[in-house]
């Protein structure tokens, strides 16, 4: 028998918010270069989607930003130098998302149909508790409030480990995950719903792989834009994406693919 749908998880930047996942780039950018070791936009979205610390933590392991490390500090990086990148971010991160926290269209009335289906609404990001204080009222001014937010930092380990996903799973009172579904952008938000148990949908077109503002995106030629989609769906589906979207104004189609009941409520409209 197919399990009822009884959650849907949601990630935040890229999936729900910050069309393009713009806000993490702007801050670690900020940081490294403030550092003197700056990064690229493509190093920086590089392992998107992991908790801030360890995030950094990948980034000081990328091959060109170690070896720019040492030739600016005289040695490799250490924990205290992960400790000091994570206590400078948190600043710019909370302003950044703050400006990027535009609901991207869709994400409330998706939510909203879910919820009037009796379906549970979870929520987990590589944000801190901090990093979400203003982007939470933010969001629900624009008509989004999950039922929980799990933050970086509040389980043992973040992603690609399932412990967020179970968290949500936990305080939702929700089982098991195979009733369940998580939605996401990248790789790592895929990989711990796989993790986790529970159904994945990955996001292309408004997520982190192809990384533009929807308006950067619109001005795209058409070709362009259909192939860094399609790059970045391939991406997703390789990841294990069990269904890819463009955007969660599509989920009704994702949901449809997937071998779960939907509630009687439920259309496709």
Request: net charge negative; glycine share 8%.
């Amino acid at each position: 028998m197919k399990p009822r749908l009884k959650a849907v998880i949601f990630d935040w930047a890229g999936t729900m918010i910050d069309f393009g996942c713009r806000a993490p780039v702007i801050a670690l950018c900020e940081v490294f270069a403030a550092a003197g070791v700056p990064v690229s936009e493509a190093e920086a979205r590089t392992h998107m989607g992991m908790a801030k610390r360890d995030h950094i933590r990948a980034l000081l392991g990328l091959p060109h930003v170690q070896a720019a490390w040492i030739a600016n500090r005289g040695a490799a990086a250490e924990d205290a130098d992960v400790d000091a990148l994570f206590a400078a971010v948190g600043a710019p991160m909370r302003e950044a998302a703050s400006a990027c926290a535009e609901l991207i269209p869709g994400a409330a009335e998706q939510a909203a149909r879910l919820r009037a289906s009796g379906v549970a609404i979870g929520s987990c990001t590589g944000y801190t508790r901090e990093m979400m204080q203003d982007i939470l009222p933010l969001a629900a001014r624009q008509g989004y409030s999950p039922d929980n937010v799990v933050c970086a930092g509040e389980t043992p380990y973040g992603r690609p480990s399932p412990l967020m996903l179970w968290k949500n799973l936990i305080d939702l009172g929700v089982w098991p995950a195979a009733a369940c579904v998580k939605v996401d952008d990248a790789e790592v938000g895929i990989a711990e719903g796989l993790a986790a148990g529970a159904w994945t949908i990955g996001v292309a077109a408004s997520g982190n792989g192809v990384g533009l503002s929807r308006e950067a995106l619109d001005a795209l030629p058409a070709e362009d834009r259909a192939d860094r989609i399609a790059r970045t769906r391939a991406a997703l589906i390789e990841a294990g994406a069990h269904a890819v979207i463009d955007t969660v104004a599509d989920l009704p189609l994702a949901l449809a693919e997937l071998p779960i009941e939907l509630p009687e409520s439920w259309s496709l409209s």
